[in-house]
């Protein structure tokens, strides 16, 4: 009996041996030494992240989702290296990498996934093919996914071709009232933007009026947690316009208690306004100014080696109706 007592707790050793030794074997092997790719293809059964590097109950005072195609590893590295660093681990900031994977050809999704293994920072929506035809159904479902699986005050949305001043934002943000938080919709607004017509800015589905809604222009703009729950939680009812951030205007029209902060220091507009100092995002940077910009901050304290301007910016004046909004005339506005 003694005997038989012994060889049963063996046997359970030995298997429990045996489970725990193929754990630690998969978890020491690196995506570049796996042979066979499918064992990365086939999570993609299970939505939305391949790892769920964030903790719910961590408070992140800002998540920062940054809207890339998937072959743009370059510029998502250029990111990592420069203005996500503008903040230490102390700031309480989290930040994803937004891309959709449905029909990606085999060997761009190993890639992405490679790149997801090394940094964690990915968030992959497999039900979206990335597109700019997709590009409001990639931020909707985004805002879906955080609003259930990430603890934080803002988002910021932005582009992969922006220049974020994260150190400047997120100071900005502690210095905003309590009675703004809550409903707080910061960026560069525009109310006179006539509706597109051709081009893939052409809205096919607009019919509210010969303007677009006051909206936060897409280059850069940062909603409180309120807003994000909104739009999650009515993403089933919501009309999906051709642009994205025509479309957050549009949901967000008939909202109650929204703080829309309009600030000329977002320069987020289709073309970068030039080079301030006092800027907090910067559109339309390539790789090597983001890079530059980076180094000149680090070495000056100055994002600009000089200042320079495009074209006059404005101060909205929402005393006036939308379609007067914004009269560019004063060069003193950054």
């Given amino acids: ?42 999570s993609y059964k299970y ?110 949305k932005c582009d992969d071709d922006s220049f974020i001043r994260l150190d400047k934002v997120i100071s900005e943000l502690q210095l905003i009232p309590a009675s703004q938080r809550s409903g707080l919709y910061w960026g560069f607004f525009n109310g006179r933007a006539q509706v597109k017509q051709n081009g893939k800015w052409k809205e096919r589905e607009w019919f509210l009026c010969d303007y677009y809604l006051p909206y936060a222009m897409g280059g850069g703009y940062v909603l409180s947690r309120k807003l994000v729950h909104f739009i999650a939680s009515n993403a089933e009812y919501l009309r999906l316009y051709n642009s994205e951030d025509v479309s957050v205007g549009v949901w967000l029209a008939a909202v109650s208690n929204v703080h829309r902060l309009h600030d000329p220091r977002f320069d987020t507009e289709f073309m970068s306004r030039g080079c301030s100092n006092r800027y907090l995002v910067t559109h339309k940077q390539d790789d090597q100014a983001m890079s530059v910009m980076f180094s000149t901050l680090k070495q000056t304290g100055n994002l600009c080696v000089n200042e320079y301007k495009n074209r006059q910016s404005y101060i909205y004046n929402w005393n006036v109706p939308p379609s007067k909004c914004c009269i560019r005339s004063d060069s003193d506005i950054p």
């Fill in 1 to 42: 009996m003694f005997l038989l007592f012994k060889r049963k707790i063996v046997i359970i050793s030995s298997f429990v041996s045996f489970i725990i030794g193929c754990t630690v074997t998969i978890s020491l092997i690196g995506v570049e030494n796996c042979s066979e790719k499918r064992i990365f293809l086939d």
């Fill in 47 to 156: 939505p939305l992240t391949f790892y769920r590097s964030s903790n719910k109950f961590d408070k992140n005072i800002i998540l920062i989702l940054i809207l890339t195609s998937p072959k743009n590893v370059n510029r998502r590295n250029t990111i990592r290296e420069t203005w996500l660093n503008l903040c230490n681990s102390t700031c309480n900031v989290k930040h994803y990498f937004v891309i959709g994977i449905r029909n990606l050809h085999e060997e761009t999704l190993y890639a992405v996934q490679a790149e997801q293994f090394r940094h964690r920072d990915l968030l992959l929506l497999p039900n979206i093919v990335d597109s700019y035809a997709n590009l409001t159904q990639k931020v909707l479902e985004s805002y879906v996914w955080i609003d259930k699986s990430v603890n934080f005050e803002f988002v910021l």
